[in-house]
Structures are given as C-alpha cells and as structure tokens.
C-alpha cells in the first residue's frame, strides 16, 4: 500500500546498531563480530562457513561484577569507521582486509579459507603489525548484497 498522506517514520542514525548475542559467546568489546547467517545471531568473528562481518563490538557481553560474569543478550556493534587491527602477513594501503579472527585480518586473496571482506586497509604500521581499516564498504556491501540475494 503506498503512502496517500504525510508519515511519521522511527530513524537513527545506524553508526551503532544493537545484535542479539549467541548463547555461550564471548565477545570482548573490540572485537570484529560475525552474524551466524542461518540464525542471525552475533559471535565473535571467525573464519567460517555461513558467517556474515557487522562490524566491530562497542561493548563486551560478559561483564564481570564482583567477580561473578554476568552475560549480556545484546552487544552494540559500530558499523562504521577505522580501527586499527592486527594483520597477518603482508598490507598494503588500498586491499581488501579478510576476517581472520576476531581480532586479525588478512589482505591476501585466498588467505582465510572464506575470504569474509571487513573493509580495506587505509594505513600500515609494519613495526606494530597493525594496519587502519576502513569498514563502512564491506559492511553496506554485505548487507546489501543479502537483500538482493533475499528477495
């Protein structure tokens, strides 16, 4: 049904979305975070099959307080900016950086067993072994990508 009147629609501005977590995940806040495809749910990012990068988590989801771990249902994700990550191999400015896990990328092709694109490389310090990593391409990317493929 299309629109014959003006509509009040709910917006945000999308830099930081909130994921329901896996049950028995860890993610620690920092980390490059994965949706399981075939349920939708947030884990920390690892190179496998039906997984799909969101983003980098805002916030960690076992708290501890008093020394007991206190699990959290949601951990915000930013969705877009440059974050400075751990690389394995060689980086150039410009490549297309692969999840290899939740903490490290890999810029050569064929690398990671399932070549899940977290953005590209826009700065390399090859003292500390980290590169700067723009995310916002491979996250609309994806996401567009599975909208396509969805409908």
């Known amino acids: 049904m299309s629109l014959d009147e003006n509509k009040e629609i709910k917006r ?3 830099e930081i979305l909130s994921y329901e977590v896996k049950e028995n995940e860890d993610i620690y806040k920092g980390a490059l975070v994965v949706v399981d495809d075939n349920d939708g749910k947030l884990k920390a990012g690892e190179d496998a ?3 799909t990068f969101v983003g980098v988590a805002v ?9 007991e771990e206190q699990d959290k249902n949601e ?3 930013f969705k877009t900016g440059v974050f400075e990550l751990n690389y394995a191999g060689t980086a ?6 692969y999840l290899a896990d939740d903490e490290t990328i890999n810029t050569a092709h064929g690398s990671v067993s399932h070549d899940i694109a977290v953005g590209y490389v826009v700065a390399v310090d090859s003292e ?17 990508l599975k909208e396509v493929v969805e409908s």
Do not use: F, H, S, Y
């Open 75 to 77: 951990v915000r994700v």
């Open 49 to 51: 099959d039906d997984r």
């Open 92 to 97: 150039k400015v410009g490549e297309t950086a």
């Open 128 to 144: 500390n072994d980290n590169v700067r990593v723009r995310i916002d391409n491979a996250v609309d990317a994806t996401e567009v």
């Open 12 to 14: 945000q501005d999308g």
């Open 59 to 67: 916030e960690p989801n076992v708290d501890q307080v008093l020394g």
